[in-house]
């Protein structure tokens, strides 16, 4: 008898269990066992959509309704026959026609296996493999098997004791199809599985009985063995509801157990001072926050008053204003006397974050300059592109405790920064920040104690999948913009049809600067040395042709200044600071500008070979302009062509400025892998049957379960099963998806 964690070679021989292996990386019963069937054939019904791709692997169920012999240019014969599923004439053709034409006969049923050729617009499966069925009403058993390739061998394998083949896994209403590959077929995964679930002994059940019963799941053995062969597609629908849940229970649960953890680490208690910076910074303030800013503020702000470490992300549209409230934070931890780190993903931002924090600050920034407040900070810039000598008086103001404020990119807390007494760690832009900076970060915090910690993000993660994913995070989300934003009005324009509208679009930057605004114009690549290098011809304008055609065309008259990451660090940090102080009127760039920069002077982005960039960082490009209360202008252009997908996703953007709209509608074009891979790398291994858009309920409940039972049974001693499963999710490349949030 087997168990979930035997190895597959004992039970099914070797060269089946290499095979499994080299194919599909299944190695143990549990792998095969969790190798779900993608859809299940039902006798007589396609197996397969109308117009199958062009070489796919299909395979289909019918009666053979056509067989004919036709003499070939080499004098062999095939055998040319159509095959009615139920829905569809399926045209099927054998090269050794002679041979077949005796089994595969007019009024036999049958299954075919094989690939899709396409012949002008007709499809049709070449000499595929194939197994005749019992007609219904035949015996189960029978004596001799007709078939040919691996479904012959297959039929003959299921030879049942001796006396016949059992046939009756085709007599089945439903038969399984395996995502498969021409190596290993459907119907050897087929095989196997049920020799497997033979000699299965009943598995276990990790979840306790009152949970099952609570959210009506069946159990484990019974959902393993239905998925693969069930009676009715109801079973199977039970089955996928169990199975789920527990996909979405290991990972929460082990996020719970994180959130656990991290609850009982101890952190500075940052309590609000009514005489401190950050009274003195609200008096400050040259407007109003908005509601939601006040209410997140005020989270924030009991969060770090309190003896454990906060854990917060903060969601908010470009725009909403979420580096105000990470400064007040940061101030109330300044007036509990430590520190704060302030991450950016980029050198451009981290600059920009130096100078505008200095300059909202006025006096409160200046703690040892001429002309400070009382109650003043100092605030440090630190980054990789630093001088030596400057880098040095900004480490030595962190250690010495005399920094309120230190500012950089992820250098901060990966490379030998020591803080003399650092309390939170805000994190703007990055939804890369994984468990393992957060643990790096620990390190970086007085002995025994962690720090709190603030993470930004304007691109709105789905909730579900913020909970998949940032799960051991409690979440805020600034959902309004602060009054006085014009909306962004969004155009495409086809550069191919319309290539007028294109000129317009550099005549409506001149117009903007002439009435005194900035303009962006933004190139998907570089154009050095880039792609080109590689021997490909890139059929997009690079930052650098653009720069050149704009200044010496139709922006001739205007100072156009050009950014791109490659550009050495000080010159990328004087051409921004040249944009903001107005000294350039159009900045050519790459999407170095995508995060975080503010102008609030700038009004109009054109983003060129706009179909080059996903949805939502369209989204964040745009959100650059229309800040200063001056109505904005984004202009799409591409040269694709109006009638294709790519086009109408520049329509959608162009349609709403709702970013989680528009993040929603670019999760929905990406497979579940590369959903998981925008918040989350490695993930795809774990999940098969939850769909985290779809299946937010089931997210909902295997969190509010594991959180539960984690904090009655924090190192789950008492329900093993369910610490195996924790176990397993985070095995091998899984370990990643918590380490990659
Ligand atoms: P984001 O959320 O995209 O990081 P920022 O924090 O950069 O947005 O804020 C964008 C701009 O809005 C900044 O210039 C900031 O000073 C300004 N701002 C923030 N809050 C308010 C407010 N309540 N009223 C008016 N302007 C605000
Ligand atoms: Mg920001």
Redesign the pocket.
């Known amino acids: 008898m087997a168990t979930l964690t035997d190895r597959l070679d004992h039970l099914l021989g070797k060269k089946a269990a290499e095979s499994l292996a080299e194919q599909f990386d299944i190695h143990t019963v549990e792998d095969l066992l969790r190798h779900y069937p993608m859809r299940y054939a039902t006798q007589g019904q396609p197996l397969t959509e109308k117009a199958p791709l062009d070489g796919a692997h299909i395979t289909i169920i019918g009666e053979v309704q056509k067989a004919d012999l036709v003499r070939m240019k080499n004098g062999g014969w095939m055998l040319k026959a159509a095959v009615d599923t139920g829905e569809q004439r399926v045209d099927i053709t054998f090269f050794n026609g002679q041979k077949v034409k005796h089994v595969v006969a007019v009024g036999k049923r049958a299954m075919f296996s094989g690939t899709v050729k396409y012949w002008r617009d007709r499809w049709s499966l070449s000499h595929p493999d194939y197994l005749i069925l019992p007609q219904s009403g035949d015996a189960t058993k029978v004596k001799t098997v007709s078939g040919g390739g691996a479904l012959r061998e297959m039929a003959r394998t299921a030879k049942d004791s001796g006396s016949g083949v059992d046939m009756s896994v085709f007599e089945r209403e439903f038969t399984p199809i395996y995502p498969a590959s021409s190596k290993v077929q459907t119907w050897d995964i087929l095989r196997c599985v049920r020799q497997l679930l033979d000699q299965l002994d009943p598995v276990p059940d990790p979840l306790p009985a009152e949970i099952r019963n609570e959210h009506g799941l069946v159990g484990l053995d019974e959902a393993l063995r239905v998925v693969h062969f069930p009676d009715a597609m109801a079973d199977v629908e039970r089955a996928h509801d169990r199975l789920r849940f527990d996909e979405a229970l290991a990972l929460q649960l082990a996020l719970a157990q994180r959130r656990y953890d991290t609850s009982l680490r101890n952190a500075p208690r940052c309590a609000p001072r009514a005489d401190g910076i950050a009274a003195a910074f609200d008096e400050r303030l040259p407007?109003?926050?908005?509601a939601g800013?006040r209410a997140v503020a005020a989270e924030v702000a009991a969060d770090i008053a309190r003896p454990h470490p906060m854990s917060r992300l903060l969601q908010?549209?470009?725009?909403?204003?979420?580096?105000?409230v990470a400064l007040r934070a940061m101030l109330q931890v300044v007036d509990a006397g430590l520190q704060c780190a302030l991450l950016a993903p980029t050198e451009v931002l981290a600059a920009q974050h130096y100078r505008s924090l200095r300059t909202?600050l006025g006096p409160l920034a200046m703690a040892g300059e001429l002309g400070s407040a009382e109650t003043a900070t100092k605030v440090v810039l630190l980054t990789g592109s630093m001088s030596t000598s400057a880098k040095k008086s900004a480490l030595l103001d962190v250690v010495t405790g005399e920094a309120g404020i230190v500012i950089g990119t992820h250098a901060l807390i990966q490379d030998n920064v020591e803080f003399f007494d650092l309390g939170m760690v805000v994190v703007?832009e990055q939804h890369r920040f994984g468990v393992e900076q957060r643990d790096a970060l620990r390190s970086k915090a007085k002995a025994g104690t962690s720090p709190h910690l603030l993470v930004?993000t304007?691109t709105p993660i789905p909730r579900t999948i913020a909970m998949m994913t940032l799960g051991d995070l409690e979440t805020s989300t600034?959902r309004e913009l602060?009054?006085?934003r014009s909306p962004i009005k969004t155009n495409v324009v086809a550069a191919r049809e319309k290539p007028t509208w294109v000129d317009r679009a550099w005549e409506r930057i001149a117009e903007e600067v002439a009435a005194g605004r900035q303009a962006y114009v933004v190139c998907s690549r570089i154009g050095d040395d880039d792609g080109s290098a590689k021997g490909e011809v890139p059929n997009t304008t690079s930052v650098l042709e653009m720069f050149d055609k704009l200044r010496t065309g139709p922006l001739a008259h205007v100072r156009v200044g050009l950014l791109h990451g490659r550009l050495p660090g000080d010159d990328k940090d004087a051409t921004m600071q040249a944009f903001s102080a107005g000294e350039i009127d159009v900045l050519v760039c790459t999407t170095v500008v995508e995060v975080?920069v503010?102008v609030?002077n700038a009004t109009v982005m054109v983003i060129v070979d706009a179909d080059r960039f996903g949805i939502s960082q369209l989204h964040q490009l745009r959100?650059r302009i229309g800040?200063g209360g001056n109505a904005g202008l984004c202009i799409l252009i591409s040269e694709t062509s109006p009638a294709g997908g790519a086009y109408a996703r520049l329509q959608a953007v162009a349609g709403t400025n709702d970013g989680f709209e528009l993040s929603k509608l670019d999760l929905e074009q990406r497979r579940e892998g590369d959903v998981l891979g925008v918040a989350q790398a490695g993930a795809q291994s774990t999940l098969r049957l939850l769909k985290l858009l779809d299946h937010g309920e089931v997210v909902e409940a295997a969190q509010r379960f594991a959180r539960e039972i984690v904090s009655a049974d924090p190192a789950l001693t008492e329900h093993p099963g369910l610490a195996t499963m924790v176990g397993s999710a985070l095995d091998r490349d899984r370990v990643e998806f918590l380490g990659k949030t």
């Open positions: 407007f109003e926050l908005t800013q908010g549209e470009v725009g909403s204003g979420k580096t105000i909202m703007d930004m304007a600034l602060p009054r006085g975080g503010d609030p959100g800040r």
